[in-house]
Structures are given as C-alpha cells and as structure tokens.
C-alpha cells in the first residue's frame, strides 16, 4: 500500500521542527525550501561495535525542488523511504527513478547520490548502517548493487522509522541491541517484500526439487532422478538455482545433509560411520572432511563437546516439566 498524505501524518507524531535543518547537511547550506524533520547521529557502542549492524545516522526530509545529494564515497549504506512525492538515486553512475512507496538502497563505497524530482520533490526518511559483512546483506536483500524495491505496506514502513528515531532519540541502556532488532525486523520486512516482486517467486521446478532433496537428503540424487523431478533441461535447472539460492544445487544438498548429520549425532548412538551412510556418504572420511568444513569439528569432536546425553527416565522428568 503505497501511503497518501493523509496516511503520512497519521503515522508521524512530530512536528517540524526547523532548528535541526543543518544537522543532515555539514559543511553546506540547506538546499532552499528543504525542511530536515528529524536527524539523528549516533556513536556505537564499541562493546558492541562489532557484534551487531551498526546504525550512524537517520532522519526524515522534505526536499525542495533543488534538493541533491552526492558523494564519491561515504561510511556505511544509506537506505531511503520515499513517503510521497519522486526523487532518484545514482549508483555509479547509474539513475533510477524513485516513486511514493519505494525503498531505495545506495551503496557507501561506490560513487552515489540521490535527487528530488523539481517539479514534485519527495519526502525521504533514510538510516545509514554499516558492519563488516554489509555487502552481503544488501545482496541478500535487494541484489548486489542495492536498487529500489517497492514496498507494499508503506504506513508500516513509516511506523518503523518513527520507532528508531525514538530509539536514537533516547539512547537508553542497551540501544545498540534495540537498533539491531529494529534492523532484524527492516530485514525481514524487506526479504518478505523481495518475495513478492516479479520473478522472485520460487519456480515450480525448484519448489519440486528442494522438497524432495529436503525429505530425502541421504539419497544419491542422481542427474537422470533430478530431471524426473525437475522436469526442466539440466541448464535450466542450474541456472535456476544458482540464480535463486546463490549456491550450487550440490551445495544446498550439502547444506541439508550437515543438518541431518547434525541431529543424527545429537539424537542417537548411531556410529560415524552409519551416520555417514544415512546422509548419502559411502565413505566415511569423505563424510569426516564435509563435516569439519562446515561444524569446523570432526563428527566426534562435535559429538563429544556439543551434546548431553540424558537417560530415558531424565528425559521423561524433563519432558513432564
């Protein structure tokens, strides 16, 4: 739902307030007619530091028609909502139309910028975050270089951002934890969106093959067994995977049956080598050097240091609990 105006100030408690109009534009004057609700600058916690997604900066903007932003290169990534009126972003060099209701995703390490449209200048309420892994999360998100996304829920978005500047406005004890869960949930609102955008949707041949990979992981899975599920070209089936899960479909199988290995070792007595064998590893040290790779533990050591063993009557008292 892409909100109106009446919507916009329903979702928003506050009031202009002018005298922060600098805060979003050091070092320059504020471009004429622009007004700067809200700006926030935060410090991270360095015992958190570099744990968690960090958040810098975020505000909410009314933009004049003359209303431009550009950088060679900034800390971190901006993420802007457009809550009514058209602007732009440039990425490297490339523009991208930016209407009410979309979301807007600007790389920091690549030259960027972003504009209001001058004859129907936006309103924005952006955040800048940064952490070590960044980049992934953005590719995760909306693809490698960042973009725009349109979001359907527009008023929840707005309600979002209102949440983290009372959150940045009263940094009270533990705000670098309560920033990051506010994240988790932007995340999720933006992978569950992503899911609903044309050609994002998981294709049938997919959906047929995880689901009978996932219930039968052990098994060989042969290229002539796969395509009987598919019922798609090997090419196209790559292709397909690769383009959906960002991995290998030998890798996403992998993946299922370190997680079958995993409960097998918890769960029972079974010996190393019958786990090996019930999750499709005919030879045992193949098995070990898989399971190392991804636990960073052989079998047994995981086995040995990761699990507590009751007996039958302890769990039952435990289960009663």
């Not at 523009?95 to 200048?121: C, I, M, Q, R, S």
Request: proline content about 6%.
């Amino acid at each position: 739902m892409v909100p109106t105006e009446d919507s916009l100030h329903a979702a928003s408690k506050y009031e202009i307030d002018t005298s922060c109009k600098n805060l979003y534009f050091p070092n320059m004057q504020t471009p004429p007619m622009t007004t700067v609700h809200e700006s926030f600058h935060y410090l991270p916690d360095p015992l958190w530091n570099k744990a968690l997604i960090s958040v810098l900066r975020s505000g909410k903007i009314t933009a004049g028609p003359d209303y431009r932003i550009e950088r060679t290169f900034c800390p971190g990534q901006d993420l802007l909502f457009c809550a009514s009126g058209q602007g732009s972003i440039f990425v490297d060099g490339v523009a991208t139309p930016v209407h009410p209701g979309d979301f807007a995703w600007l790389p920091g390490e690549v030259p960027h910028g972003h504009a209001a449209n001058k004859d129907d200048p936006w309103t924005i309420y952006w955040v800048r975050i940064d952490c070590a892994e960044i980049r992934t999360v953005r590719t995760n998100l909306l693809g490698r270089h960042g973009g725009v996304m349109p979001i359907r829920d527009g008023v929840a978005v707005i309600g979002w951002f209102e949440r983290l500047f009372d959150c940045m406005r009263d940094r009270a004890p533990g705000c670098d934890v309560a920033l990051n869960a506010l994240l988790a949930e932007l995340f999720w609102r933006l992978h569950d969106e992503s899911l609903s955008l044309p050609g994002r949707q998981l294709p049938a041949a997919l959906s047929r093959v995880t689901s009978a990979m996932s219930a039968r992981p052990g098994d060989a899975w042969t290229e002539k067994e796969l395509l009987q599920v598919a019922r798609i070209s090997p090419g196209h089936l790559r292709r397909q995977f690769r383009k959906f899960f960002r991995m290998s479909l030998r890798e996403w199988l992998r993946r299922e049956r370190m997680m079958l290995a995993q409960d097998l070792l918890a769960r029972t007595d079974a010996s190393i080598t019958s786990v090996a064998e019930t999750c499709g590893y005919c030879d045992i040290y193949h098995f070990s050097r898989e399971f190392r790779r991804a636990m960073g533990q052989s079998p047994s050591e995981w086995r040995r240091v990761g699990t507590v063993k009751y007996s039958s009557s302890k769990r039952r008292d435990q289960d009663v609990q």
